[in-house]
């Protein structure tokens, strides 16, 4: 078994290590990076854009290029999102809560060090488990029907409902706002248009990188020319960039907990990184012993989510790879390159093809290593991001939100739509709504519909499932569990509000 | 001197020929208009990069550029399952730089899309490239091998499921719970991965399924129930169709459409058919079906209309026979 498995390894690398691979995996993971920086391009473009160059490549070779690109824009995601509070891609738009304003307190260079590690820490553990636990994690995955996910996402709601700081009475309306969003659309159980307006380009739905472009991109780029003042200058010194101990005794735990939490969505088709690194916020804020350091540059909160996103994309290839079965468009397009070349995906390419998937993994490591050399030196390139002008900044990266959001789907529908969601996105915040509560009732709302509707077809009308089920079951009460203790700690803390509100704003700037 | 003077004559004989060859090439078969195309033809695939029409369009505009000579970009605009592509397609000039490839079925009414702003008759069919290939299939390990001991194993415990992507799979589905009077239900999914997940972990008693249980069909983890097409598919010759199982509902006939803006001058048209038809038939386009478990298959113009407009009234008359 061992020496299957260290022959594995050594065939892997021997393909991933060719030349040719080589420079394909550093293609990739460049371009990842640079596209993932940008917002509004991201890997989905990308890797449409450069799928027919693939029908000429060995597929190896083209699978190592296509999935460089996808993990690599994980990479460079959350560094817009720092910086700018612009997310580079709508999985890191988590990252804006508490990155942004640690990069407003000086320490951007050490929130970009620090989500740098925690990505390789979690591709590391997707990657991990790809190679050791890849069958049990697939009987796993297969395990969850329709009511088992319903539950999860219940669960999931509820532990993200503490995401944002402020009223919560705001945060659940813009849930609700995201979930009604979430259903334009056909409806997959009947085939209805909902909230269509006869419109076409809605049939599909509205895209979500339009949407989180549009609430977080040009709402930002809106509301900083009202207070813009030249440029967000701030003094780079190469002290800023190190973390402390305490950043790094910080960020132990919640590099752990998200790269679990990642690689357990990530073999779930069709739940996706965004739901992981929202999730993952949610997770560390309700375990934090300052809760109220969240939204205000705590370290865990840029941390965990970023390490869970990119677990999820490496363990995204599990069921991929595995089963044949993409759980996105992105692992869509990594199958059609398979198939283009002849090779059926499914549970037989790992024994008929042994040189191709453990070469593909092995690059995945080669490619994370590569990227963790790649970022680290450009953190300080990036932090003089800061150093342009408005004048000159805000402009580009409106229009890179048009180009990249116009290039996912050709459709010039969705470039109205980020305008659209723009005025929203600034509405929203002049109010005081929070938008990233918005944006994963979007992700979530039509998630649970439609598995809640299809769990109520299998069981033909009885609520019974979600009991019975032990799994579900074991969803079901830890969520109700979770909302009892949340109402039980808000009604306690209702006392302390009377308290001098400075108390409780000492202890931050203790940190 | 006399000598030579043929041999340059068989010279010039010769090149005036090979001159002829090459400009036959492209008035070989096709017969197209002098000066067509004036620039690069457009195809608009409409579904996403990586699919299985995007791997069509790009192997048959391979095809044409080699045996053309003419530029052709290939634009995906997905959306809708290619109504998005249809739709965009009306408002452009037919003068043959346009061409759209989409799903046949895309065209086909439905009670749900009645919506849609086009008809198939607002468009040109050029022809098609592919038939799209259907089938009912189930685990190994499921207590039913057809359709009747389906239809008993139904009976027997109640209700059976069947996850299914897309309207014309439920209809299937419908139409076979109304013909036996049992309790089989469709769960309709978003996609084929969907419809996968829930079969493979025994969720559901079945799935219709286009070519993702391929995979699972060799290595004998899924079986095959019937094929939801009007003849029986060469990856499982043993496996009857619904019909040979006596079985009304209609099969699944949707495939893969090459269309123009109406309005195509004749000569341009005719090009178009004839330039489609020989990149189906090309060699690259074959071995991009040998990898698709599937063959190569143009219908042509009129058998696309035809296909499009029986089945448009057969599903049509599905839905108002009830109400009579």
């Given at each position: 078994m061992l020496?299957e ?5 050594a065939?892997?690398?021997?393909t991933?290590f ?5 420079l ?19 890997a989905?473009?990308?890797m449409?854009m450069l ?9 190896t070779?083209?699978?190592i290029m296509?999935a460089?690109?996808?993990y ?5 995601g959350?560094?817009?999102s720092?910086?700018?509070n612009l997310?580079?891609t709508?999985?890191?738009a988590?990252a804006?809560l508490?990155?942004?304003?640690m990069?407003r307190?000086g320490?951007a260079?050490i929130?970009?060090f620090m989500?740098?590690?925690g990505?390789?820490?979690g591709?590391s553990v ?11 994690l697939?009987a ?12 999860l996402?219940v669960?999931?709601l509820?532990a ?5 700081d402020?009223?919560a009475?705001k945060?659940?309306?813009m ?6 969003l979430?259903v334009?659309?056909l409806d997959v159980q009947?085939g ?8 076409i ?8 990188v ?7 991109g040009?709402?930002e780029v809106t509301?900083?020319v ?5 440029t967000l200058?701030?003094h ?9 101990r305490d ?5 132990w735990m919640?590099?752990?907990?998200g ?13 996706g990184?965004t739901?992981?690194?929202f ?6 804020k309700?375990v934090?012993k ?11 909160g840029?941390?965990?989510?970023e390490?869970?996103?990119n ?7 599990i ?10 468009a992105?692992?869509a ?18 024994t008929?093809?042994?040189?191709m998937f ?8 080669i ?7 790649l ?6 390139i990036?932090?003089?991001l800061l150093?342009i002008?408005?004048h000159y900044?805000y402009?580009?990266?409106?229009v890179?939100?048009c ?21 929203v996105?600034?509405g ?10 918005m944006?994963?009732?979007f ?9 809640f ?7 033909r009308g009885?609520?019974d ?19 009892a203790?949340?109402?039980?700690a ?7 509000i009377?308290r001098?509100?400075n108390?409780?704003?000492?202890t931050v700037?203790?940190? | 001197?006399v000598n030579k003077?043929t041999?340059i004559g ?5 090149s005036t020929v ?11 078969a096709a017969?197209c208009?002098?000066g067509?195309?004036?620039r690069p033809?457009n195809?608009y695939?409409g579904f ?10 790009r192997t048959?505009a ?6 053309q000579?003419?530029n052709?970009v290939?634009?995906n605009?997905?959306?809708a399952?290619?109504a998005?592509?249809?739709?965009s ?7 043959g ?6 799903s046949?079925?895309t ?8 919506d ?5 008759s ?8 592919m038939d ?15 359709i009747?001991s389906l239809?008993e194993?139904?009976r027997?415990i109640g209700?059976?499921t ?5 309207f014309?799979?439920t ?27 829930l ?8 799935t219709?399924?286009?070519?993702a249980h391929l995979?699972e ?5 899924m079986?095959?129930i ?9 990856y499982?010759p043993d ?13 699944i006939?949707?495939?893969t ?19 489609v038809?020989e990149a189906?038939?090309?060699e690259?386009?074959?071995n991009l ?10 219908r042509g113009?009129e058998g ?6 029986s089945r448009?009234a057969?599903i049509?008359?599905l ?6």
């Amino acid at each position: 078994m061992l020496g299957e498995f260290s022959t594995n390894i050594a065939l892997g690398l021997s393909t991933a290590f060719s030349i040719e691979n080589l420079l394909y995996c550093v293609l990739g993971v460049t371009l990842g990076t640079f596209v993932g920086v940008i917002p509004g391009i991201g890997a989905l473009a990308t890797m449409s854009m450069l799928f027919p160059i693939t029908f000429y490549l060995d597929p190896t070779s083209a699978i190592i290029m296509l999935a460089g690109i996808w993990y690599g824009s994980s990479y460079g995601g959350s560094i817009a999102s720092i910086l700018l509070n612009l997310p580079g891609t709508p999985s890191s738009a988590v990252a804006c809560l508490d990155g942004y304003p640690m990069a407003r307190q000086g320490r951007a260079g050490i929130a970009l060090f620090m989500t740098t590690m925690g990505s390789f820490f979690g591709a590391s553990v997707g990657i991990l488990l790809m190679m050791t636990f890849a069958q049990p994690l697939v009987a796993l995955a297969l395990s969850f029907g329709p009511s088992e996910y319903f539950s999860l996402m219940v669960l999931g709601l509820i532990a993200a409902s503490v995401i944002s700081d402020g009223s919560a009475l705001k945060a659940i309306a813009m849930v609700l706002m995201g979930i009604l969003l979430g259903v334009v659309g056909l409806d997959v159980q009947t085939g209805q248009t909902r909230f269509t307006f006869g419109m076409i380009n809605l049939i599909d739905g509205i895209s979500l990188v339009a949407l989180a472009m549009g609430l977080f991109g040009i709402a930002e780029v809106t509301s900083s020319v009202r207070q813009a003042t030249g440029t967000l200058i701030q003094h780079i010194t190469l002290k800023s960039m190190i973390p402390t101990r305490d950043d790094v005794r910080r960020s132990w735990m919640p590099m752990v907990r998200g790269s679990t939490l990642g690689s357990f969505f990530g073999i779930m088709p069709g739940v996706g990184p965004t739901v992981a690194s929202f999730i993952s916020y949610a997770i560390e804020k309700r375990v934090a012993k300052e809760p109220e350091r969240f939204g205000k540059g705590a370290i865990e909160g840029v941390v965990a989510p970023e390490t869970a996103n990119n677990a999820t994309d490496q363990a995204a290839f599990i069921p991929t790879l595995v089963l044949g079965i993409p759980g996105s468009a992105t692992m869509a397009l990594i199958l059609g390159v398979l198939i283009i070349h002849g090779i059926t995906p499914g549970p037989s390419m790992i024994t008929d093809r042994p040189e191709m998937f453990w070469g593909v993994v092995m690059s995945f490591w080669i490619g994370n290593v590569l990227l963790l050399v790649l970022n680290i030196p450009m953190i300080g390139i990036w932090v003089r991001l800061l150093t342009i002008p408005y004048h000159y900044l805000y402009p580009a990266i409106i229009v890179f939100i048009c180009i990249g959001v116009y290039s996912v789907n050709g459709s010039a529908f969705d470039v109205f739509l980020i305008i659209i969601f723009g005025v929203v996105g600034y509405g929203a915040r002049t109010l005081g709504f929070p938008v990233a509560p918005m944006l994963l009732g979007f992700v979530l709302g039509p998630l649970m519909e439609q598995q809640f509707r299809r769990t109520m077809l299998m069981s033909r009308g009885s609520f019974d499932v979600f009991m019975t089920r032990p799994m579900s079951a074991t969803f079901i009460i830890l969520a109700a569990l979770l909302l009892a203790w949340s109402i039980w700690a808000a009604y306690r803390h209702r006392t302390p509000i009377k308290r001098p509100p400075n108390s409780a704003i000492k202890t931050v700037d203790g940190d | 001197m006399v000598n030579k003077q043929t041999k340059i004559g068989r010279f010039l004989l010769l090149s005036t020929v090979s001159c002829l060859a090459l400009g036959a090439q492209s008035a070989l078969a096709a017969a197209c208009p002098e000066g067509f195309p004036e620039r690069p033809i457009n195809f608009y695939v409409g579904f996403a990069a990586g699919g299985g029409t995007d791997s069509i369009a790009r192997t048959l505009a391979q095809a044409i550029e080699q045996a053309q000579g003419w530029n052709i970009v290939v634009e995906n605009r997905p959306g809708a399952a290619s109504a998005v592509m249809a739709q965009s397609l009306l408002n452009m000039e037919p003068d043959g730089h346009s061409i759209g490839l989409g799903s046949s079925d895309t065209l086909v009414w439905n009670p749900t899309s009645g919506d849609l702003d086009f008809h198939y008759s607002d468009f040109l069919f050029l022809g098609s490239a592919m038939d799209s290939w259907n089938s009912f299939a189930a685990l190994s390990t499921a207590p039913f091998d057809d359709i009747a001991s389906l239809v008993e194993y139904t009976r027997e415990i109640g209700m059976a499921t069947v996850a299914v992507a897309g309207f014309n799979q439920t209809l299937v589905v419908e139409q076979l719970a109304d013909q036996y009077d049992i309790n089989l239900v469709p769960i309709p999914v978003a996609g084929s991965a969907e419809s996968m997940m829930l079969t493979l972990g025994g969720h559901v008693d079945a799935t219709i399924q286009g070519v993702a249980h391929l995979a699972e069909l060799e290595s004998g983890n899924m079986k095959q129930i019937a094929s939801v097409t009007s003849h029986r598919l060469p990856y499982q010759p043993d496996s009857p169709t619904l019909e040979e199982q006596g079985a009304t509902a209609l099969p699944i006939q949707s495939v893969t459409v090459l269309m123009a803006p109406k309005g195509l001058p004749d000569d341009v048209r005719i090009c178009l058919e004839q330039v489609v038809d020989e990149a189906v038939n090309s060699e690259i386009y074959h071995n991009l079906m040998v990898s698709f478990n599937n063959e190569a298959l143009n219908r042509g113009p009129e058998g696309v209309v035809d296909l499009i407009s029986s089945r448009d009234a057969r599903i049509r008359a599905l839905y108002d026979n009830p109400a009579n």
